[in-house]
């Protein structure tokens, strides 16, 4: 599939307290860095590629949601880049020996812009609009499913239920979908909550957010409280941010190198060797953590039911070379189920993912798909070997359409012909929703925990024509890897966690449940002047470190 | 003196038919307007999809108690009819519901949406009204070369794609040469390009008819007799002929509407212009039923009150048609 957005399903981020963001940094030409020490001032003008609809992260289905609401919206706690979890609005946290208490000591100091105070009543508050039914929470409410209520122990202490042990629970109250805002807000209608929130975040939106066009913020002054993860501490240094919503690549690139805007998200790789090139502007990747952009075979019907024609799908696409001229490794070329820089990444399956022409044919072979017809084409009783491939052409990014054709281009020299279907979204869930709908599909999926692995493989994720949009397209039902993936959501041990995952990558593997393609990047072009762009650990862009250099 | 009674009534009686066609203008309008709804709703509801999908995000995987919860609060479950009837009686009380995807009032959506619109059509009708009458009146009936050269033009501004002329017009004049924003909707200096992208090909349409009706009428006896008087020859272009040759373009400006709001959708895109092309395109995207009919019943209005325009128009240029009310 090639879907648009990043957003998807979230169930519980899974144990990832040892989260690594890689690949995170700048790589911009000449010297960057070379700009002294921070400061004050300025107004920063950034494009993005993706429209929030919905600007309230507690309800919006799109994850990137949650990066319109960065600036206005403080966590109760922060997760580093090396998976640590670090105090925010919260100053110290304790479990309870079973695991499904969390107690969480909060500043006292802290201030929503309206004028609120931040106390326990405000966390309550929050998090039971979350969950309530009349919010239709998308994305948060499925990130703390386990959650089954909050008490307020003294106006800074305040207590999470859970109905069962969650070592993913932290890290996701440590994200923007389960940002604080202000309660007085949350009373109402939710849904003029998509136009405008109020938190305590170093920003502060006066207006709002428009759709089409995008957000502005002011910097407020009075804030003292940033996570703990912040290069600095006190009000943010843009006295101004402001957001654009610019879905033509060519315009985006455009505005950048002319000077209309001053950092863009989502450098087309094409573009990116241009522009490093140039000594006004730098380039800053950082790989999303996760599942990457892939294929998926339909595991429960059709040729691909037979696991050799899945190995042989995979060892006999050269998908290295494929990425490599596209992308111009921008993107790397994937070799696992999960991105590298999730956690417990499973280095050890990675030569799985090797192209060995020889294999596939005699794999082939072996599945009985031996005479040819015509076209070259491999069949077996006189069946032609089709894959059919549904995609949604009007939600291709990434030249993802170039890639189905070169991949259909290398599926020939196998044998194997791919019916590559531009289809409508309605149809397209359709022929997802039953075994017989499909052979192939394709997307990408990020979220900073392995418990990425549950969404992408885990049984109850598989579509039926009542669910919707199932992002288990491989249709994979395997119970050992449920139970591995279950176990590590309840496990509190690191190790034994890190031993589950790595089953459960090396037994999809096994099963070529997955052909991964490439890596996805948050590729954020930037001129010179702009200095101190952090990322999340979802590798969405932060702002409050980030600083305009005198020219 | 005598004469007053007669011609008093004629008006009464000609004001008795205006009232009457304003008011078949009116109910005809309002045919259109439902018509226009009814045959969208049918087309959002035959295009394959479950509306609770559409509702959820799309490409989100959600709850079944998520799926269940929007199915009753949006009357999923109700036969078509019965939603069909129920956004009928929302709307003649001026309720057009909520955007699934925006979850904000339809009405509010638009609203946010409708002004930088229009400040583009009108920007650009305005524009290709005034550049193709100043071209035509120059141009008709001018030397082979004068008319071959500006021909040529107006076949190229038909037969290029907007999508294509934006871009060019981008990379020239605001990467390159740094004169107008490249994005954005603010200012007037933002307009010049989109206004310019979306009224190419109207302009060439236009121009090519105004031409031919011009040089008609330059061909006509009371020319010859206007000249024969010793006027000159912009005062006979200017004063006798463009009013004649001018009936056929008010004609087209039904089209020229359409040709607008369909090219906004295409500018806003390229020059990344809030305004409701872009949410159009958003709101079909997204199955957005709510949104998408919103923006259907206000294209079509704008199509009705065009189109009376252009009948008052007809009755101002032309006097014959003043006289001949009853007819129509």
Request: proline share 6%.
């Amino acid at each position: 599939m090639s879907v648009s957005r990043r957003s998807g399903f979230a169930v519980a981020t899974a144990a990832s307290l040892t989260l690594v963001l890689a690949a995170c940094g700048s790589s911009g030409s000449g010297a960057t860095g070379s700009a002294g020490s921070p400061v004050s001032g300025g107004t920063l003008t950034y494009a993005i590629n993706t429209d929030a609809d919905c600007l309230d992260p507690h309800q919006s289905p799109a994850d990137v949601a949650g990066f319109f609401a960065r600036p206005i919206l403080d966590s109760l706690v922060a997760l580093d880049p090396g998976g640590k979890i670090l105090p925010w609005l919260a100053k110290s946290w304790t479990v309870s020996a079973d695991g499904r208490a969390y107690t969480f000591n909060l500043r006292d100091d802290v201030t929503f812009s309206d004028g609120e105070a931040f106390d326990a009543a405000a966390v309550k508050a929050n998090f039971d609009h979350v969950v309530n039914p009349k919010t239709q929470s998308k994305l948060a409410a499925g990130t703390i499913p386990t959650y089954t209520g909050a008490r307020v122990i003294d106006p800074h202490t305040v207590e999470i239920d859970l109905s069962q042990p969650s070592s993913a629970f932290l890290p996701a109250v440590a994200t923007a979908y389960l940002g604080i805002e202000a309660p007085s807000t949350l009373a109402g209608d939710p849904k003029a909550l998509c136009g405008k929130i109020v938190g305590t975040g170093p920003f502060v939106s006066a207006d709002g957010y428009t759709p089409q066009k995008g957000i502005s913020y002011t910097r407020r002054n009075d804030y003292k409280w940033p996570a703990g993860t912040a290069k600095h501490q006190g009000p943010a240094y843009l006295d101004r941010l402001d957001i654009q919503v610019v879905t033509e690549n060519s315009s985006r690139l455009g505005a950048l190198t002319s000077g209309q805007v001053d950092a863009i998200a989502s450098v087309p790789p094409v573009n990116v060797a241009q522009l490093k090139a140039n000594p006004g502007f730098q380039i800053q990747t950082a790989q999303a953590p996760g599942g990457n952009y892939s294929y998926y075979p339909n595991t429960q019907s059709g040729p691909f039911a037979d696991i050799r024609v899945r190995q042989a799908f995979r060892s006999g696409i050269d998908w290295d070379t494929i990425v490599s001229k596209l992308y111009f490794g921008v993107f790397q070329p994937a070799k696992n189920p999960l991105a590298p820089s999730t956690v417990d990444y499973d280095k050890t399956v990675e030569p799985s993912y090797a192209y060995d022409p020889a294999k596939a044919n005699q794999l082939l072979d072996q599945a009985g798909w031996t005479g040819r017809d015509a076209q070259g084409y491999r069949t077996k009783d006189g069946v032609r070997l089709t894959l059919v491939h549904p995609f949604l052409q009007a939600y291709v990014r990434e030249q993802r359409d170039v890639l189905a054709d070169q991949l259909q281009a290398a599926a020939k020299q196998l044998g194997i012909e791919i019916k590559n279907q531009n289809v409508d979204y309605g149809t397209y869930l359709k022929l997802l929703a039953t075994p017989e709908g499909h052979d192939l599909g394709d997307f990408s999926w990020q979220r900073a925990s392995p418990d990425a692995l549950r969404t992408l493989f885990g049984s109850a994720n598989i579509a039926t024509p009542q669910s919707g949009f199932g992002t288990n397209q491989a249709r994979y039902d395997n119970p050992a890897v449920d139970k591995y993936l279950a176990d590590a959501l309840t496990t509190g041990d690191p190790r034994q966690q890190a031993d589950l995952y790595a089953k459960a990558q090396q037994q999809i593997t096994a099963d070529a449940a997955v052909f991964p393609v490439y890596v996805f990047n948050y590729v954020v072009g930037a001129a010179k002047k702009v200095q101190g762009i952090t990322f999340e650990p979802q590798a969405f862009p932060t702002f409050y470190d980030t600083w305009l250099a005198q020219q | 003196m005598t004469t007053v009674a007669p011609v008093r009534v004629a008006t009464a009686r000609r004001a008795g038919s205006t009232a009457r066609a304003i008011g078949r203008r009116v109910l005809t309008s309002v045919l259109v307007l439902w018509g226009a709804v009814t045959l969208a709703f049918l087309a959002l509801h035959l295009i394959p999809g479950n509306t609770v999908d559409a509702v959820a995000g799309g490409t989100t995987q959600v709850t079944p108690q998520l799926r269940a919860q929007i199915t009753a609060e949006y009357s999923l479950d109700r036969p078509l009819v019965v939603q069909y009837l129920q956004y009928l009686g929302k709307l003649v009380r001026g309720d057009l519901g909520d955007s699934y995807a925006l979850r904000m009032p339809v009405a509010k959506a638009i609203g946010q949406q409708l002004g930088s619109t229009m400040i583009l059509l009108v920007t650009a009708t305005v524009f290709a009204i005034l550049v193709s009458v100043v071209i035509a009146l120059l141009t008709a009936h001018r030397r082979r070369w004068i008319r071959g050269l500006f021909s040529g033009l107006e076949v190229t501004g038909v037969a290029v794609p907007a999508f294509w002329l934006g871009i060019l017009l981008l990379t020239v004049f605001s990467f390159q040469l740094h004169w107008f924003p490249a994005i954005g909707s603010a200012g007037i200096a933002g307009l010049v390009l989109p206004a310019l992208t979306l009224s190419a090909a109207p302009i060439g349409m236009l121009t090519q008819v105004l031409r031919q009706g011009l040089e008609r009428v330059l061909d006509e006896p009371f020319v010859v007799t206007a000249r024969s008087r010793g006027i000159s020859e912009a005062a006979v272009r200017l004063r006798h002929v463009l009013r004649h040759a001018v009936l056929p373009v008010i004609t087209l400006a039904g089209w020229l509407a359409g040709t607008m709001i369909g090219g906004a959708v295409v500018v806003e895109q390229v020059f990344s212009r809030q305004g409701l092309g872009r949410l159009t395109v958003n709101a079909v995207g997204h199955k957005d039923m709510p949104l998408v009919l919103g923006i259907v019943l206000i294209a079509a209005l704008f199509y009705v009150l065009v189109n009376i325009a252009i009948d008052v128009a007809y009755r101002l240029i032309d006097p014959r048609l003043r006289s001949e009310d009853t007819t129509r």
